[in-house]
């Protein structure tokens, strides 16, 4: 039996009006692959806070390698041998891969010498960096390897991985798995925490399994299925979405011919881009993070103002309309960047709804906002999407990150729009909530609207959409029918090749 090197003995941590970690016991070994599952606000992000020394226990103890282990903060968690790769990276798009890494090191080298070192460890562990790049041109998959490497300078015994693959290629999810196996036969463990189920099934050894803050099993994920782990996170049975064959209306929005130019230099300009999405169809649009997909939702929701003509609703050219009047006319939005973007971190959640649903609610009358509209507005989105918060007061910031998703996909969903375009729906979000969001998203159509989803979860575009087309570059593909295309196929078109060549 491998030697524990991490054990957690009764961990419990509340916060007002819930217990997020309550009595929890967990072992890691050495060079083990470890899962921690559970369902949006099960306490995971809690747990590891705790391993990493960002948030202090109530009661419990830790050890490590046998002896009492204490963080008071990250540099001790650092300098006892535990990195931390965050599901939202912390880099500074201005500068060098370099200076990004000595910023996270406690007495960096001199800056030849870093450079040296992330070669050197960035090719023996097959994620090769120039550190001389400036990371706002880095691609997604590349920055994450930024953030990697900065651990991996110093020799972490336990590397906690939170959601590492919801931004990368399916190659590149291929060339992070055999880095971290690799680690892991050279002794260092890995806590992975990921919704990917399959993905758990084909890289851990044990997973523990987290509900309402508990442990509630133990398993090899290896001997379960993906669906047998996803019901011991919920504890119950639950349905995956089906998608009916669908009615499709006329054309609802269309975009014709738009070009943007970049708002930054580390942004991607788009393209002559031309499409349409009829009454009760969903459109799906793929693409490795960073082709244009921010740029597309900023263009169709007004942020972005465009040339006239490029962008129309129902037949009415709206492309020189600001945001609410784009909502007024039926088009609602949902961006991917949910706390800063979606969502006001430190305002309520009443009050989050209010931002974007007044328009189109009535939650105001000449200037005079009805809190009473907006509590009742607020309370159902809660309440249909299954947002796990203590009461609708809650700053939004408070929430889990699935939480908060599953409260702005509710909150942009319930306004009856016409058309509703949205990027990464489900990201971050357990599989049972997954699965009831995107059925959602199918009844949504059911209804006649017009749905537009941007993902970088192809199995999701596939169980979902009608339609598929690639952004690449700032291009976009031609629409297909999803059903005419298979993984391979789409792969292809992720990477420029499109029409006969892709066939």
């Given amino acids: 039996m491998t030697q524990d090197l991490l054990a957690l003995e009764g961990l419990t941590k509340a916060y007002p009006g819930v217990v997020a970690n309550d009595a929890v016991s967990l072992t890691i070994r050495a060079g083990e692959v470890h899962a921690l599952l559970g369902e949006n606000g099960a306490g995971k992000s809690t747990l590891v806070k705790m391993i990493y020394g960002l948030v202090k226990p109530d009661s419990g103890a830790m050890t490590l390698d046998g002896a009492p282990f204490e963080p008071a903060d990250p540099r001790v968690a650092r300098a006892a041998g535990i990195g931390m790769v965050f599901q939202h990276f912390s880099l500074f798009e201005a500068l060098t891969v370099a200076e990004n890494i000595a910023l996270g090191m406690e007495n960096p080298p001199k800056t030849r010498e870093l450079s040296r070192q992330i070669r050197e460890v960035s090719e023996t562990y097959g994620l090769p960096l120039n550190p001389d790049r400036t990371v706002g041109t880095l691609s997604a998959g590349e920055r994450q390897r930024v953030e990697i490497i900065r651990c991996l300078l110093q020799n972490p015994r336990l590397l906690v991985m939170d959601e590492p693959t919801s931004v990368l290629t399916p190659q590149e999810v291929d060339i992070l798995f055999t880095t971290l196996r690799k680690l892991s036969a050279e002794g260092t463990a890995i806590l992975y925490i990921s919704h990917k189920l399959e993905e758990i099934r084909a890289l851990c050894e044990r997973a523990t399994i987290l509900r309402g803050g508990k442990v509630v099993e133990t398993c090899d994920p290896r001997e379960e299925s993906a669906r047998s782990l996803a019901e011991m996170m919920v504890g119950k049975s639950f349905a995956t979405a089906t998608r009916q064959n669908a009615k499709v209306g006329a054309p609802m929005l269309v975009v014709d011919g738009l070009h943007t130019q970049a708002a930054s230099s580390f942004g991607t300009s788009l393209k002559d881009i031309s499409l349409r999405v009829a009454e009760g169809e969903i459109l799906g649009i793929g693409g490795v993070a960073g082709n244009g997909q921010d740029e597309l939702l900023a263009a169709l929701s007004g942020e972005a103002r465009t040339m006239p003509g490029a962008v129309t609703l129902r037949g009415e050219h709206i492309g020189s309309l600001p945001p609410r009047a784009r909502r007024a006319a039926g088009l609602c939005v949902g961006p991917e960047e949910r706390l800063g ?113 941007i993902s970088q979860d192809l199995d999701e575009l596939f169980e979902i959409a009608d339609r598929f087309a690639a952004l690449n570059e700032g291009r976009l593909s031609p629409a297909r029918p999803m059903a005419e295309l298979d993984m391979e196929e789409i792969g292809l078109m992720l990477g420029g090749v499109h029409g006969e060549e892709a066939a």
């Avoid at 009050?351 to 200037?367: H, I």
């Avoid at 159902?380 to 809650?394: H, L, Q, S």
């Fill in 341 to 453: 973007h979606a969502a006001a971190p430190s305002l309520s959640l009443t009050e989050n709804a209010l931002l974007t649903a007044d328009t189109r609610e009535g939650l105001s009358t000449r200037g005079f906002i009805s809190w009473r509209k907006v509590r009742a507005f607020t309370e159902k989105v809660i309440a249909n999407f299954d947002v796990r918060t203590p009461g609708p007061e809650v700053a939004a910031q408070a929430l889990s990150g699935g939480n908060l998703q599953k409260f702005v996909m509710g909150r942009e969903m319930l306004q009856r729009p016409a058309a509703l375009v949205i990027n990464q729906p489900t990201w971050g979000v357990d599989a049972a909530a997954a699965a009831s969001i995107r059925q959602k998203l199918i009844e949504l159509a059911g209804e006649g609207v017009a749905i537009l989803v």
